[in-house]
Nanobody, 122 residues
Framework: QVQLVESGGGLVQAGGSLRLSCAAS????????MGWFRQAPGKEREFVAA????????DYADSVKGLFTISRDNTKNTVYLQMNSLQPEDTDVYFC???????????????WGQGTQITVSS
């Protein structure tokens, strides 16, 4: 079982950038796909991005294409989300899950971190 810890969240002004990290423990990290989701209070968790276990295949929500970049370093057991041109509507708690394949569906993922808060001020 992979255990995940997100970091890098915080407060940023509109137009700014942040890079989230998700550190994984467990020997199977390089064999699992990873994703990033976000969730606002009272709303469903929303797909942001996903990356295959080898890092060669990525997928993004239309709302973040060209603005966010997902990457991973299997030597460090870490996945990243570089977020540029952040806007107030990006304010959410961001989670990184692990699963057998990158998917837009929360049901595919079997392990989740605790999340990290991003707040974008206008």
């Amino acid at each position: 079982q992979v255990q995940l810890v997100e970091s890098g969240g915080g407060l940023v002004q509109a137009g700014g950038s942040l890079r989230l990290s998700c550190a994984a423990s467990g020997r199977t990290f390089s064999r699992v796909a990873m994703g990033w989701f976000r969730q606002a209070p009272g709303k469903e968790r929303e797909f942001v991005a996903a990356i295959s276990w080898g890092g060669t295949i990525t997928d993004y929500a239309d709302s973040v294409k060209g603005l966010f970049t997902i990457s991973r370093d299997n030597t460090k057991n870490t996945v990243y989300l570089q977020m540029n041109s952040l806007q107030p509507e990006d304010t959410d708690v961001y989670f990184c899950p692990a699963g057998p394949s990158g998917s837009v569906s929360v049901r595919i993922y079997s392990a989740w971190g605790q999340g990290t808060q991003i707040t974008v001020s206008s």
